[in-house]
């Protein structure tokens, strides 16, 4: 299992940007394909993006497509999430996690039960 503590992030005003780290521990991180996860107040927890563990293949959900992007470095045990124009709704806690895979791709399935603390993004208008 992967164990992670997410940073980054912050207050922003409405066009603003960001910028997550998810950092994991764990020899096996490099095998996981990792994604990040947001959860709004009232909400239940949504998929962001995930990132293959090459990390060559990607997925976005569409509310954050050509705003959004993942990327990884396994020698740092390390995901980030790179925000760009920032929109109120993307407000929420955001959290990293292992990413279930099939044959198919990347999925939009978290992999452990266990969450980091998260890290709050608030976007004000």
């Known amino acids: 299992q992967v164990q992670v503590v997410e940073s980054g992030g912050g207050l922003v005003q409405a066009g603003g940007s960001l910028r997550l780290s998810c950092a994991a521990s764990g020899r096996t991180f490099s095998s996981y394909a990792m994604g990040w996860f947001r959860q709004a107040p009232g909400k239940e927890r949504e998929f962001v993006a995930a990132a293959h563990w090459s990390g060559t293949l990607k997925r976005y959900a569409d509310s954050v497509k050509g705003r959004f992007t993942i990327s990884r470095d396994n020698a740092k045990n390390t995901v980030y999430l790179q925000m760009n124009n920032l929109k109120p709704e993307d407000t929420a806690v955001y959290y990293c996690?292992?990413?279930?895979?099939?044959?198919?791709?990347?999925?939009?399935?978290?992999?452990?039960?266990?969450w980091g603390q998260g890290t709050q993004v608030t976007v004000s208008s």
């Open positions: 996690n292992a990413v279930e895979t099939t044959g198919w791709g990347l999925t939009t399935s978290y992999r452990f039960n266990s």
